[in-house]
């Protein structure tokens, strides 16, 4: 259901992290979908991209020519099954990691999350919409957090 892929730029973020991230990431994640989407299943791809990429995305799809954290595309073709892409930006999560003074998987957790969220049919068009979304995001990242022990402390790059 759910598929990771790292790109080369962003692999250099990734690295230090070891495939921790993908063992801690994959159920979690399920876990959200199921119980956010019971009848809807499909597959979603999580892609960690680099500041160039998710830059070009960001331009070509909305128009904002400046890098962002997150995207998510729906590109299911029938309501009952979900065919999707989330693109990570793993410069920018680790950039505010950094900023927030935690770690780098928390930040990629929170993206993460919050892309599915918004493939589940969550927005913040409104103040009340965002309200929820914010909520709901923290639900999710608190359940990430009871999920996945505590890394060892990531080296600085």
Same mark, same amino acid.
């Given at each position: 259901?759910?598929?990771?892929?790292?790109? $080369?730029?962003?692999? #250099?973020?990734?690295?230090?992290? +070891?495939?921790?991230?993908?063992?801690?990431?994959?159920?979690?994640?399920?876990?959200?979908?199921?119980? #956010?989407?019971?009848?809807?299943? +499909?597959?979603?791809?999580?892609?960690?991209?680099?500041?160039?990429?998710?830059?070009?995305?960001?331009?070509?799809?909305?128009? @904002?020519?400046?890098?962002?954290?997150?995207?998510?595309?729906?590109?299911?073709?029938?309501? @009952?099954?979900?065919?999707?892409?989330?693109?990570?930006?793993?410069?920018?999560?680790?950039?505010?990691?950094?900023?927030? %003074?935690?770690?780098?998987?928390?930040?990629?957790?929170?993206?993460?999350?919050?892309?599915?969220?918004?493939?589940? +049919?969550?927005?913040?068009?409104?103040?009340?919409? %965002?309200?929820?979304?914010?909520?709901?995001?923290?639900?999710?990242?608190?359940?990430?957090?009871?999920?996945?022990?505590?890394?060892? $402390? #990531?080296?600085?790059?």
């Amino acid at each position: 259901m759910l598929t990771f892929v790292v790109e $080369p730029e962003a692999g #250099e973020v990734i690295r230090p992290l +070891g495939g921790r991230w993908r063992r801690c990431f994959g159920p979690s994640l399920r876990h959200l979908w199921r119980m #956010e989407q019971r009848d809807r299943d +499909g597959r979603i791809g999580i892609i960690l991209v680099g500041a160039d990429r998710i830059r070009a995305l960001n331009r070509d799809f909305r128009g @904002e020519d400046r890098p962002t954290d997150v995207l998510s595309f729906d590109l299911s073709d029938r309501p @009952e099954e979900i065919e999707g892409e989330i693109y990570v930006g793993v410069r920018a999560a680790a950039a505010r990691a950094r900023r927030l %003074g935690y770690p780098v998987t928390e930040e990629l957790a929170r993206l993460m999350i919050h892309g599915l969220l918004h493939l589940a +049919g969550h927005d913040h068009h409104s103040p009340g919409d %965002g309200r929820r979304m914010a909520a709901a995001t923290r639900r999710w990242l608190d359940v990430w957090r009871a999920s996945c022990p505590p890394a060892p $402390p #990531e080296k600085e790059s």
